[in-house]
Every structure is written in C-alpha cells, then in structure tokens.
C-alpha cells in the first residue's frame, strides 16, 4: 500500500521560505505525478503545482513566480519551495499521487495523499 | 476557462438519493475526479474517469457526465456521507489542475 509521508517548518514569519518534502512509501515513483495542494482555514482546495519522476513541472498561474517544486528519484521524495511568505500563504498544505488516463476522455485522478502539513505566517 | 464551479451547500434527507454538481469548460474535454473530505482529514478519491470508484468506496457513490457538467451521486445517502465533496480535473491548456470550490453535504 502507498503511504506519502510528508514534513516540513509549520511556523513562518513574513518573507521567509516555506519548505515541504514528502516521502512515497511501498510503491513506485515513475509514471505518476506529484502533486501539492493546500487549503487556508475554512476554504477550499488550492493545487499548488505538480512534477513527475523526470522533474518537469507544472504550477499554479497564480503561485507560479514564488513556487518550485523538485524530485530526488533515489529517495523516492519531492519537494515543494514557496518563498516570500505572507499570511495569505497560511494553510494546510497536502502531498498527493496523481495519474493521468484516458478513454473516452481524458481524465486525471489523486489516489493517494499525505494527512497535511499545517502551516502558519505570523510575525 | 480554468474554473470548475460547485453549488456550496447541498441537503439530503437520509437514504435519499443526492446529486451533486460541477461545471467548467474543461470538462467537455477531461472526466471530472470527485474527493470526499471530512473535517480534520485529508481528501479521500471516491470517483475518477467515467464512472470509477477506489477499493474501499462503497457502490453507492457514482459518477456521471455530460457536456461541461460532471455530476456525483449518492444513492441512499448515510450519516457519514457528511461532507465537504470536491471535483477536480485538468484545465483546458491540460497543464494545470483545477479545483471547485467544494459543496458540502449535509444528511438530514
């Protein structure tokens, strides 16, 4: 069974660096996608950016200037960097598996997340 | 576009069935993927692609879709349904993922 394990500092000031790794546990990491998402108290999920085992990426238009995301194959982890922090930037930031597939249609599916990361930006 | 839009709050009285929805112009292209959370929890996968549903979701759950709407559906919805239910899927650029806001459910 895959398990994401995922860790990283859960108390930021202003304009520091949040700094995210999460380690796949019991499967592959080829072939699939690893994504971040997060989610501020009391809202809705954000996804954040996404990297497959080759290390290209893809991020959030809206993060895109302040967020990078990369893999190390031989440990099975990845990584997610957002910089410049601010209070907005609070929230619970999740790991998750991603596979792409298609039949009819294209379609795109997170099977397997880490339990969260909470994250706090406060001076 | 790049939104997916959910309807914020939907009731269903216990057993009844309920369907939950999600609009955006990339899901004329991509099959939405439908994510249960609960309070305190990390989303859970309960329908991907056409109509698929994770080991371990009950059959009572499934997924349909037409035209730019994807819907979930409980038939004869429990307690524990309670939830907040997310659809996600690609954008149309196919480079980026996107998010509804999320509806939650209550069982009455």
């Known amino acids: 069974q895959v398990q994401l394990q995922q860790w990283g500092a859960g108390l930021l000031k202003p304009s520091e660096t949040l700094s995210l790794t999460c380690a796949v546990y019991g499967g592959s990491f080829s072939g699939y996608y690893w994504s971040w998402i997060r989610q501020p108290p009391g809202k809705g999920l954000e996804w954040i950016g996404e990297i497959n085992h080759s290390g290209s990426t893809n991020y959030n238009p809206s993060l895109k200037s302040r967020v990078t995301i990369s893999v190390d194959t031989s440990k099975k982890q990845f990584s997610l960097k957002l910089s410049s922090v601010t209070a907005a930037d609070t929230a619970v930031y999740y790991c998750?598996?991603?596979?792409?597939?298609?039949?009819?249609?294209?379609?795109?599916?997170?099977?397997?997340w880490g339990k969260g990361t909470t994250v706090t930006v406060s001076s | 576009s790049s939104e997916l839009t959910q309807d914020p709050a939907v009731s269903v009285a216990l057993g009844q069935t309920v369907r939950i929805t999600c609009q955006g112009d990339?899901?004329?292209?991509?099959?939405a993927s439908w994510y249960q959370q609960k309070p305190g929890q990390a989303p859970v996968l309960v329908i991907y692609g056409k109509n698929n549903r994770p080991s371990g979701i009950p059959d009572r759950f499934s997924g349909s879709s037409s035209g730019n709407t994807a819907s979930l559906t409980i038939t004869g919805a429990q307690a524990e349904d309670e939830a907040d239910y997310y659809c996600n899927s690609r954008d149309s650029s196919a480079n980026h993922l996107v998010f509804g806001g999320g509806t939650k459910l209550t069982v009455l």
């Open positions: 998750a598996r991603g596979i792409a597939a298609a039949d009819v249609y294209y379609y795109y599916y997170m099977d397997v």
């Open positions: 990339s899901l004329r292209s991509y099959y």
